[in-house]
């Protein structure tokens, strides 16, 4: 029947058309599922766990070069996760930038005026980036909408300033010859663990009650605060727990490339994951991480072409939010969980 | 100290010029717009092409260059933010993504280096009670006090100004007196757009034409409006004067290098304080969850 279906509908004789199903294994909502046997399990486990096996195999069949390639994209992911993070607690940010060079700037400082070697600083600068952050944006969280976004896009640029006007943290050279991670297996799998970690602990957060406050937040904080719920109290945990992945990338990569300077505050840090989520689809992190791994290879191949690289993820991210604000995972994911066949009309 | 007060107050006339049209368009509409800085430096980028590739006077640029700057922020209104209006994540994220989109493009054509540079209106310089002040930070000045009283005058005895603000209050009272949001949102965008082209033709002679200016601008209209009051033309001349005679002041007393920790600190402390703005009263309520 499908084969001739394309003849049919010239001829005009028999119409048919496509029928779309849902898999009858979900129960009420899109997070909660009722199984019945070992297929239905491994068809939902699949898609987790090619992704977890996917990350740990890919370095082993990469070349070097190709290595490295993921090390940044991994980096940028983790950006997005903790950009969507954030964005679902209602809090859309414009400075990813501004957890990055925290972070990045904490880890190279005390590695360089403290001598303390990777182990301890990545996790402090973690911790004391997101904690930094936090303390810095605590005053805006009393405000709703736009001001947050205004308030992060501002920040890392007079941070930039402050650098380069004092002289502080190395000023305009930065500090470098900063210790280095063992050796880039190291690198690559320390980077995947705790992009996975981040992935799957963000998404079972968001499922529980605590994610639902901040989804609510999102959605209407007077009816949230009318539960009785401290809610700038949570929008501070959601901003914590949300910027210390991005501090934790920040961290790695001055390890990484043994140095930090200026461009940790760069506007690359910002835009790159926005335009990684806003393709993938926001509010699932598992379309920011989509997102991540389609474009970034993707900028490497184009590095031929320099800045227009920006203007073209610029021309996405608008067209994306404009034309299909879900993103592509959203129409992945419809597509896994649909069977989809053609029916004929009477 | 004359001349610290004098060239406070030009540098807050800088500021003034910097900040109000993004603060015109978010008054009204709403709509944060973070393509400002870039639609500053296309002010300034097609004066430039006007007056070297087609060889227009000067007057001439201007005009025409403040009308398609103008008409360019309406018609992305028109075609891009009315369809995702009021969806604030896709507002933040289209203006800002264009803004990027277009000064990452004028870095690609190759817009930088000293051959962009827009003529002064006069040279010379003129003597104020003892401290020299050349005529184009005169003609600054001026024009931020013409600007500012035709906008008060504007909003307070035109239809169309009196239309700006009844949608800025209340957008669905005003609906239903027959006022159109969207159309008036959408004068508002190509408004706000326009000021920021006239902003860099009177500005942009005392330096060169610079990609980065087009962040330096968003982040001064930012700043300014966060501690004056975002949707306030009197929260706009507050601000500024605040910035304008504090970084005269620093500069000054201290190092001019502290003049960025001046703004942060400011920006912190209104945060804290008020978070809406000095004069920020309109949204107050709004605002403050």
Known sequence: ?346 | MLGMLLYGLINSAVFMLMAIGFSLTFGISGVANFAYGAFYVTGAYVTWQLINSLGLSFAISIIISAIITGLFGALLYRFVLFRIRGLLLSEIIATFGIGMGMLEFYRSIGLSGHSYKLPTFMDGSLEVLGVYVDYQRVIIVGVAATLVFFLWFFSHHTKMGLAFRGIAQNEHTSLAFGIESEFTAMVSMGMGCCLASLAAVVIIPLSLIQVEEGSNVLILALAVGIVGGMESIAGVILGSLIFGYAQIAVATYFNPHYTVIVMLAAILIVLVIKPSGLFGKFKELEERV
């Open chain 1, 1 to 346: 029947m499908i084969l001739s279906f394309g003849k049919d509908r010239e001829s005009g004789n028999i119409k048919h058309r496509k029928e779309r199903l849902d898999r009858g294994i979900k129960a009420r909502s899109d997070t909660i599922y009722a199984l019945s046997s070992y297929r239905e399990a491994l068809y939902l486990l699949f898609p987790r766990a090619a992704t977890i096996i996917g990350l740990l195999v890919l370095p082993l069949l990469l070349p070097e070069y190709w290595i490295k390639v993921l090390v940044i994209t991994c980096v940028v992911a983790l950006l997005a996760l903790s950009w969507d993070f954030i964005a679902l607690a209602g809090m859309f940010s414009l400075g990813q930038t501004l957890f990055f060079g925290v972070g990045a700037y904490l880890a190279g400082g005390l590695n360089h005026y403290v001598r303390l070697s990777p182990i301890f600083t990545i996790p402090l600068s973690t911790v004391g980036g997101a904690i930094f952050c936090t303390i810095l944006i605590l005053p805006v969280l009393r405000l709703r909408g736009i001001y947050f976004a205004m308030v992060t896009f501002v920040l890392p640029l007079l941070l930039i300033r402050i650098i380069e006007m004092t002289g502080v943290l190395g000023g305009v050279e930065g500090l470098s010859a900063l210790s280095p991670l063992p050796n880039l297996w190291v690198s690559v799998y320390l980077i995947i663990a705790v992009f996975l970690v981040c992935l799957f602990g963000y998404r079972r957060l968001m499922d529980t009650d605590y994610g639902l406050i901040l989804k609510g937040i999102k959605n209407n904080d007077l009816a949230v605060m009318s539960r009785g719920i401290n809610i700038y109290l949570y929008k501070a945990q959601a901003l914590l727990i949300g910027s210390s992945a991005a501090a934790f990338a920040g961290a790695f990569v001055t390890h990484h490339y043994r140095f930090v300077g200026l461009p940790a505050f760069s506007m690359d840090y910002t835009i790159l994951p926005i335009a990684c989520t806003v393709v993938g689809g926001p509010g699932t992190f598992a379309g920011a991480t989509f997102g991540a791994f389609v474009l970034m290879p993707l900028t490497e191949l184009l590095r031929a072409i320099g800045t227009w690289r920006v203007v073209l993820y610029s021309f996405f991210m608008v067209v994306f939010i404009i034309l299909v604000p879900e993103g592509i995972f959203h129409y992945l994911q419809r597509k896994y969980h649909q069977i989809e066949r053609l029916v004929k009309t009477e």
